[in-house]
Protein backbone atom coordinates (compact mmCIF):
# COMPACT_ATOMS: atom_id res chain seq x y z
CA UNK A 1 0.00 0.00 0.00
CA UNK A 2 1.56 3.60 -1.22
CA UNK A 3 1.31 6.25 0.91
CA UNK A 4 2.37 9.90 0.30
CA UNK A 5 2.20 11.92 3.27
CA UNK A 6 2.40 16.20 2.51
CA UNK A 7 3.72 18.88 4.57
CA UNK A 8 4.96 22.44 4.54
CA UNK A 9 1.61 24.21 4.04
CA UNK A 10 0.64 27.18 6.66
CA UNK A 11 -0.23 30.67 6.10
CA UNK A 12 1.55 33.14 4.20
CA UNK A 13 1.49 36.53 3.21
CA UNK A 14 1.92 37.72 -0.35
CA UNK A 15 4.87 37.65 -1.71
CA UNK A 16 6.31 35.25 0.82
CA UNK A 17 7.46 31.95 -0.15
CA UNK A 18 6.70 27.86 1.34
CA UNK A 19 8.03 24.35 0.41
CA UNK A 20 5.72 22.00 0.24
CA UNK A 21 6.95 18.05 0.91
CA UNK A 22 5.59 14.53 -0.10
CA UNK A 23 7.02 11.81 1.32
CA UNK A 24 6.22 8.16 -0.07
CA UNK A 25 6.15 5.24 1.81
CA UNK A 26 8.77 3.33 -0.56
CA UNK A 27 10.81 4.21 -3.38
CA UNK A 28 9.90 6.59 -5.47
CA UNK A 29 11.88 5.80 -8.46
CA UNK A 30 8.65 3.11 -9.25
CA UNK A 31 6.78 6.33 -10.30
CA UNK A 32 6.83 7.53 -13.48
CA UNK A 33 5.43 10.72 -12.78
CA UNK A 34 4.78 12.42 -9.52
CA UNK A 35 3.13 16.04 -8.66
CA UNK A 36 0.81 18.45 -7.13
CA UNK A 37 -2.63 19.37 -7.76
CA UNK A 38 -4.05 21.88 -5.82
CA UNK A 39 -7.78 23.06 -5.28
CA UNK A 40 -9.45 26.13 -3.94
CA UNK A 41 -13.12 26.26 -2.44
CA UNK A 42 -15.58 26.02 -5.59
CA UNK A 43 -13.11 24.92 -7.93
CA UNK A 44 -12.04 21.97 -10.46
CA UNK A 45 -8.55 20.46 -8.91
CA UNK A 46 -6.23 21.31 -11.09
CA UNK A 47 -2.75 20.46 -11.60
CA UNK A 48 0.30 22.27 -10.62
CA UNK A 49 3.39 21.07 -11.62
CA UNK A 50 4.45 17.73 -12.24
CA UNK A 51 7.91 15.27 -12.63
CA UNK A 52 9.12 12.10 -14.69
CA UNK A 53 11.17 9.84 -13.16
CA UNK A 54 13.88 10.68 -15.46
CA UNK A 55 13.07 14.41 -14.24
CA UNK A 56 11.24 15.99 -17.02
CA UNK A 57 9.19 18.83 -15.58
CA UNK A 58 5.84 20.43 -16.40
CA UNK A 59 4.08 23.57 -15.04
CA UNK A 60 0.82 25.10 -15.13
CA UNK A 61 0.64 28.95 -16.20
CA UNK A 62 -0.26 30.44 -13.62
CA UNK A 63 2.64 29.26 -11.59
CA UNK A 64 5.80 28.85 -14.13
CA UNK A 65 8.52 31.15 -13.09
CA UNK A 66 7.31 31.03 -9.28
CA UNK A 67 7.04 27.54 -8.19
CA UNK A 68 9.52 24.53 -8.72
CA UNK A 69 9.28 21.01 -8.50
CA UNK A 70 12.21 18.81 -7.84
CA UNK A 71 12.24 15.24 -6.28
CA UNK A 72 15.05 13.35 -4.03
CA UNK A 73 15.15 10.01 -4.76
CA UNK A 74 16.98 8.89 -1.59
CA UNK A 75 14.69 10.76 0.94
CA UNK A 76 11.92 9.45 -1.36
CA UNK A 77 10.25 12.74 -1.37
CA UNK A 78 9.14 15.06 -4.05
CA UNK A 79 9.26 18.75 -3.11
CA UNK A 80 7.29 22.07 -4.55
CA UNK A 81 8.84 25.23 -3.78
CA UNK A 82 6.44 28.06 -3.96
CA UNK A 83 7.70 31.74 -4.42
CA UNK A 84 6.41 34.94 -5.04
CA UNK A 85 3.13 33.79 -3.67
CA UNK A 86 -0.02 35.53 -4.60
CA UNK A 87 -3.60 35.50 -3.00
CA UNK A 88 -4.67 33.28 -6.14
CA UNK A 89 -2.59 30.27 -4.94
CA UNK A 90 -4.78 29.71 -1.64
CA UNK A 91 -6.22 26.09 -2.21
CA UNK A 92 -5.36 22.65 -0.70
CA UNK A 93 -2.40 21.23 -2.21
CA UNK A 94 -2.64 17.36 -3.19
CA UNK A 95 0.42 15.02 -3.57
CA UNK A 96 -0.26 12.42 -6.23
CA UNK A 97 1.61 9.33 -7.55
CA UNK A 98 1.28 8.07 -11.08
CA UNK A 99 2.66 4.12 -11.45
CA UNK A 100 2.31 2.27 -14.71
CA UNK A 101 2.80 -1.29 -15.06
CA UNK A 102 0.55 -3.00 -17.17
CA UNK A 103 -1.82 -0.78 -15.38
CA UNK A 104 -2.75 2.57 -14.59
CA UNK A 105 -2.29 3.11 -10.63
CA UNK A 106 -2.46 6.59 -9.02
CA UNK A 107 -2.22 7.84 -5.96
CA UNK A 108 -2.86 10.53 -3.45
CA UNK A 109 -2.22 11.98 -0.39
CA UNK A 110 -4.49 13.83 2.17
CA UNK A 111 -3.95 17.21 1.27
CA UNK A 112 -1.89 19.83 2.91
CA UNK A 113 -4.07 23.90 3.20
CA UNK A 114 -2.01 27.12 1.84
CA UNK A 115 -3.41 30.23 2.33
CA UNK A 116 -1.67 33.22 1.15
CA UNK A 117 -3.14 36.35 2.86
CA UNK A 118 -2.43 40.08 1.56
Known amino acids: QVQLVESGGGLVETGGSLKLSCAAS????????MGWYRQAPGEQRELVAA???????TYADAVKGRFAIYRDNAENTVYLQMDSLKIEDTAVYYC????????????WGQGTQVTVSS
Open 26 to 33: GSIRSFNT
Open 96 to 107: YALRVVLTTAKY
Open 51 to 57: ITSSGST
